[in-house]
């Protein structure tokens, strides 16, 4: 597997409110990885769909761990126009490619809610 397609950038998420206050998320960069794009199959997209959920893109990365639901990811993609656009992390999965390596499935959700000034990029 080729990771061709850009590279993505991942937050963590973490609350940085105090005890007892309403929740407020910051987002910390985990790390940078290149990535394959995947295509959103049926199956995928009907499973998100029963959870009100909407799968825009599948990434490939090589093996990562420490990414979970509702973290953040940004892309700098090689071959079309979409960087800058926040995405937020749907589901996890750990795999193995055609040649039998160990990869990481992501799938991301566009996510306006999540506020840009939040992301520290550190």
Known sequence: ???????VTFYK???VAGKGLMPEAQYSRLFVACYAELTVGVFRFNQAKQNDARVDLLLRIPRAYGLSPGDAATLAPYSHA???EIYSV?????TEDED?????DVSLMRDDGIDASKIIDA
């Open 1 to 7: 597997m080729r990771f061709d397609a850009g590279e």
């Open 13 to 15: 998420k973490t609350n």
């Open 90 to 94: 749907y589901q996890v999965q750990q």
């Open 100 to 104: 039998g390596l160990p990869v990481t």
């Open 82 to 84: 979409t960087a800058g």
